[in-house]
């Protein structure tokens, strides 16, 4: 019986894995600790399918270490005791590496019975966890561990992987774009989960007179039971849903919005939804509710933590919320209109009193002096001149018509007319 198509194609290479490139790009942490050979205790957390047996491998192979892989959910501690007495006997490599998946299932007494033998230097620890370790991990075993975190595969890299493995399945079989697009786009950012679901549109695709059978993007419907959802992320039907959606956030309504954001959901396009509530957080939304943005990125970070589907949980709560919160432009036309005068014109030198006049020489040059410490004065609040003298009686800054702006234009109205 061959082994399923994620095995027989995974990279023994670090060029050759895809995704993570903030761990293995050229210059990053983790590729520079796997090739120089010399692997610490280590721990990889991230969610199912995006490497982290892969990299294990690799490290096991650059340190001329001997592989034992244990699954904590059926391995016991008699099973980590028998790969120490294994690593006592081995000649002609440079020790153990142990992988340990699914770590969070070892129960705390368990997982002491790894202290000692990653203490001594025995054994070279490599756990995996699709949990946070900071909370299910022992203590002991964090401080001795350095932890990586592995995201979610982007739908450009599974293509990636899905084209090495069509080349492999050999010449007799080939895949549509539409169809491999699909793969990559539902795949929730697993790979494994993407050349599974190759692996059977292969074995369900008829080869034709010729012997050739081509994966369509109906046997991946079939195969997934996702029918696919038009859309091109580089063309006019992605930037025009992207419009709408901020159109209907910023026009404030959330039946809209949360229909544009399906839309990209749909498609799989965690990353442009994520990006633009962001944006419109702070364009939109503004000054008229500042904690806007704070809620917003809690959300998204959420959202990206969790990965598809339940990423579409906390999006909705800050797209709705966005939709209904008060409206403000103000920030984005003051910084705008500030940027403009910069790039047109000459707006003149820092004024002299406003100058750093923290070091030797400065008041030789007359920095610093005549200046007023705001806080020095009632209601921390003095008068002076702030912009440089060629524009110093410009606005770029106009308070909102909101509740939020009206209330701040008011106090300094007061402050600033005493």
Same mark, same amino acid.
């Given at each position: &019986?061959?082994?399923?198509? #994620?095995?027989?194609?995974?990279?023994?290479?670090?060029?050759?894995?895809?995704?993570?490139?903030?761990?293995?790009?050229?210059?990053?942490?983790?590729?520079?600790?796997?090739?120089?050979?010399?692997?610490?205790? &280590?721990?990889?957390?991230?969610?199912?399918?995006?490497?982290?047996?892969?990299?294990?491998?690799? #490290?096991? @192979?650059?340190?001329?270490?001997?592989?034992?892989?244990?699954?904590?959910?059926?391995?016991?501690? !008699?099973?980590?005791?028998?790969?120490?007495?294994?690593?006592?006997?081995?000649?002609?490599?440079?020790?153990?590496?142990?992988?340990?998946?699914?770590?969070?299932?070892?129960?705390?007494?368990?997982?002491?019975?790894?202290?000692?033998?990653?203490?001594?230097?025995?054994?070279?620890?490599?756990?995996?966890?699709?949990?946070?370790?900071?909370?299910?991990?022992? +203590?002991?075993?964090?401080?001795?561990? *350095?932890?990586?975190?592995?995201?979610?595969?982007?739908?450009?890299?599974?293509?990636?992987?899905?084209?090495?493995?069509? @080349?492999?399945?050999?010449?007799?079989?080939?895949?549509?774009?539409?169809?491999?697009?699909?793969?990559? +786009?539902?795949?929730?950012?697993?790979?494994?989960?993407?050349? =599974?679901?190759?692996?059977?549109?292969?074995?369900?695709?008829?080869?034709?007179?010729?012997?050739?059978?081509?994966?369509?993007?109906?046997?991946?419907?079939? *195969?997934?039971?996702?029918?696919?959802?038009?859309?091109?992320r580089d063309g006019d039907?992605?930037?025009?849903?992207?419009?709408?959606?901020?159109?209907?956030?910023?026009?404030?309504?959330?039946?809209?919005?949360?229909?544009?954001? !399906?839309?990209?959901?749909?498609?799989?396009?965690? %990353?442009?939804?994520?990006r633009r509530i962001l944006?419109?957080?702070?364009?939109?939304?503004?000054?008229?509710?500042?904690?806007?943005?704070?809620?917003?990125?809690?959300?998204?970070?959420?959202?990206?933590?969790?990965?598809?589907?339940?990423?579409?949980?906390?999006?909705?709560?800050?797209?709705?919320?966005?939709?209904? #919160?008060?409206?403000?432009?103000?920030?984005?036309?003051?910084?705008?209109? #500030? &940027?403009?005068?910069?790039?047109?014109?000459?707006?003149?030198?820092?004024?002299?009193?406003?100058?750093?006049?923290?070091?030797?020489?400065?008041?030789?040059?007359?920095?610093?002096?005549?200046?007023?410490?705001?806080?020095?004065?009632?209601?921390?609040?003095?008068? %002076?001149?702030?912009?440089?003298?060629?524009?110093?009686?410009?606005?770029?800054? *106009?308070?909102?018509?909101?509740?939020?702006?009206?209330?701040?234009?008011?106090?300094?109205? =007061?402050?600033?007319?005493?």
């Amino acid at each position: &019986m061959s082994s399923p198509l #994620a095995d027989r194609i995974r990279p023994d290479d670090l060029s050759l894995v895809v995704g993570q490139h903030h761990l293995l790009d050229e210059g990053k942490v983790l590729r520079n600790i796997l090739e120089s050979g010399n692997i610490p205790n &280590m721990i990889f957390y991230g969610p199912s399918g995006v490497g982290k047996t892969t990299v294990a491998n690799i #490290a096991a @192979k650059r340190a001329n270490k001997r592989l034992y892989k244990l699954n904590a959910t059926t391995a016991s501690v !008699a099973d980590v005791k028998q790969v120490v007495e294994e690593s006592e006997m081995l000649f002609g490599t440079d020790g153990v590496l142990l992988y340990l998946d699914e770590i969070q299932n070892f129960n705390k007494k368990q997982q002491q019975s790894l202290l000692e033998c990653i203490e001594n230097g025995k054994v070279t620890l490599i756990a995996s966890t699709t949990e946070n370790p900071y909370f299910y991990v022992y +203590n002991a075993i964090l401080s001795r561990c *350095t932890v990586f975190e592995f995201e979610s595969v982007n739908s450009e890299d599974i293509a990636e992987a899905i084209e090495r493995a069509i @080349k492999l399945l050999g010449e007799d079989v080939e895949i549509t774009p539409d169809a491999k697009e699909h793969i990559a +786009n539902t795949s929730s950012g697993d790979v494994r989960k993407a050349l =599974n679901t190759l692996e059977v549109a292969s074995l369900t695709a008829k080869a034709d007179e010729k012997g050739k059978r081509l994966i369509t993007l109906d046997i991946i419907e079939q *195969t997934t039971r996702k029918k696919a959802f038009r859309h091109d992320r580089d063309g006019d039907d992605h930037y025009d849903v992207l419009s709408a959606f901020q159109k209907s956030v910023r026009g404030s309504d959330p039946d809209a919005a949360v229909h544009y954001m !399906a839309r990209l959901l749909t498609a799989g396009d965690l %990353q442009s939804v994520c990006r633009r509530i962001l944006v419109m957080a702070s364009e939109d939304i503004g000054l008229a509710y500042p904690n806007a943005i704070v809620i917003t990125k809690a959300c998204v970070d959420a959202a990206l933590q969790l990965g598809l589907p339940e990423a579409r949980i906390p999006l909705a709560e800050a797209v709705i919320m966005l939709a209904t #919160a008060p409206k403000s432009n103000s920030a984005i036309c003051a910084i705008d209109a #500030a &940027m403009s005068d910069i790039a047109s014109s000459d707006t003149g030198e820092v004024p002299h009193h406003l100058k750093d006049s923290h070091y030797k020489g400065a008041e030789s040059l007359g920095h610093g002096q005549g200046y007023k410490y705001p806080h020095s004065y009632p209601n921390h609040y003095v008068p %002076q001149q702030y912009l440089p003298d060629k524009i110093k009686n410009k606005k770029y800054y *106009t308070y909102g018509d909101n509740k939020m702006e009206s209330a701040t234009e008011n106090y300094w109205k =007061n402050i600033k007319g005493r």
